[in-house]
Nanobody, 117 residues
Framework: QVQLVESGGGVVQPGGSLRLSCAASGIRFSIYAVGWYRQAPGKQREWVASITVSTNTNYADSVKGRFTISKDNAKNTVYLQMNSLKPEDTAVYYC???????????WGQGTQVTVSS
């Protein structure tokens, strides 16, 4: 059974930082492209960042320069370091994994990030 479990969400003041983690079981992140989406209340789910099997990274324009995605294949974990957080970053953050050249994908249950003073 495949599970992706996010952690690290919480409440932070504007300008603060958080690091999200997503640990996988049942699959090997080393052969999956992995990344993060987020969904704010009343809005559609928005892609945030991704990292390929060869560790190439991509970011949404809204987070470029502030967020960093990385993964540790030995720990089967992907991270999202979020700096200079803004109120508009408030959302539920979901990690995902997709097997390249297939439609096989897996999702976590989400972790809430709230940026508020």
């Amino acid at each position: 059974q495949v599970q992706l479990v996010e952690s690290g969400g919480g409440v932070v003041q504007p300008g603060g930082s958080l690091r999200l983690s997503c640990a996988a079981s049942g699959i090997r992140f080393s052969i999956y492209a992995v990344g993060w989406y987020r969904q704010a209340p009343g809005k559609q789910r928005e892609w945030v960042a991704s990292i390929t099997v060869s560790t190439n990274t991509n970011y949404a324009d809204s987070v470029k320069g502030r967020f960093t995605i990385s993964k540790d294949n030995a720990k089967n974990t992907v991270y999202l370091q979020m700096n200079s957080l803004k109120p508009e970053d408030t959302a539920v953050y979901y990690c995902y994994a997709v097997l390249p050249a297939t439609t096989r994908d897996y999702w976590g249950q989400g972790t809430q990030v709230t940026v508020s003073s």
